[in-house]
């Protein structure tokens, strides 16, 4: 739009720009996007921390299971893709820059799907664990005498839990040392570990062929580490697989955030290309 100057000379008027709104639709998921953002920051660092815990709690027991190996090694991949990837999110909603806001999104789908994943690694595996402990504290059983990591492992399951064997402490008479037969002195006897009060030798005190009565009298676990050790991992699957899951389904409504910034900037863009002047980004 034009008119004529004083000095003859043809001026160009140009519309002031409007006012911007304070509350608009940009600048609320604008805000949001960042939140989200600093959330999935927050989640990604809480979940590399249980991946991390899980990781160190289950080494003194890797020798006999390695159950939690597959959803914590999983949850510490993603914990430090979601740290990194919120640092560009950060960035890209701060900046209101659409190639980091894409790369945010997209990453954040793909966390998503991950996530949703090892929750349901983590309840499958809590659902096999049965089995698998009678396979792995019967195979530890009989290696206890023989391998060093077994020995200590399984030592450790029996003094946290307060057990001996698997169902019972009758089950030691399957090792070849404390077996009955073996002519050692360890024969019919367990493993100090059993004692409730241990120093060396208490478990030469115990014979597996006494009564029940006896064995209490004695100061020794009778009770088999099976159910003690199945509930101690499925608890610690559950915090891998809830985590996982209750985070999965925050970010739903994240996605739909980010994806909503990245159409109102996309607009803003086209509204502005060629009003820079008045918009700058």
């Not at 006897?189 to 009298?217: I, Y």
């Not at 020794?220 to 389904?249: H, K, P, S």
Request: include cysteine; proline fraction near 2%.
């Amino acid at each position: 739009m034009g008119f004529e100057a004083d000095d003859g000379t043809a001026a160009i008027y140009r519309e002031p720009a409007p006012p911007q709104k304070s509350c608009s639709g940009y600048r609320i998921y604008k805000i949001l996007s960042i939140i989200y953002a600093i959330f999935f920051f927050l989640v990604g660092a809480l979940l590399l921390a249980i991946g991390v815990w899980v990781v160190v709690i289950k080494s003194d027991y890797e020798s006999i299971h390695d159950v939690l190996t597959s959803p914590s090694i999983l949850a510490i991949t993603v914990g430090i893709i979601m740290v990194a990837t919120a640092i560009i999110g950060v960035v890209g909603s701060a900046a209101s820059k659409l190639w980091p806001l894409r790369i945010f999104l997209g990453i954040v789908i793909v966390v998503f799907i991950i996530q949703v994943v090892i929750g349901i690694v983590a309840f499958v595996y809590r659902e096999q664990t049965i089995d698998e402990i009678d396979q792995h504290l019967t195979f530890a059983i009989e290696k206890y005498t023989s391998n060093k990591q077994v020995t200590f492992a399984v030592n450790k399951v029996q003094t946290k839990f307060g057990c001996c064997g698997l169902n019972n402490l009758t089950d030691w008479t399957k090792n070849r040392v404390y077996a009955c037969s073996s002519g050692l002195r360890e024969a019919c006897h367990v493993p100090d570990s059993c004692c409730k009060t241990q120093f060396e030798g208490c478990g030469l005190r115990v014979v597996t062929t006494a009564t029940s009565t006896q064995l209490e009298q004695r100061d020794i676990y009778t009770r088999g580490c099976r159910w003690q050790f199945l509930a101690w991992l499925e608890n610690n699957l559950d915090v891998v697989g809830a985590t996982a899951l209750g985070f999965a389904i925050l970010h739903i409504l994240g996605i739909f955030v980010v994806y909503m910034f990245i159409t109102k900037v996309e607009d803003r863009y086209r509204l502005f290309k060629y009003r820079k002047r008045y918009y700058p980004n």
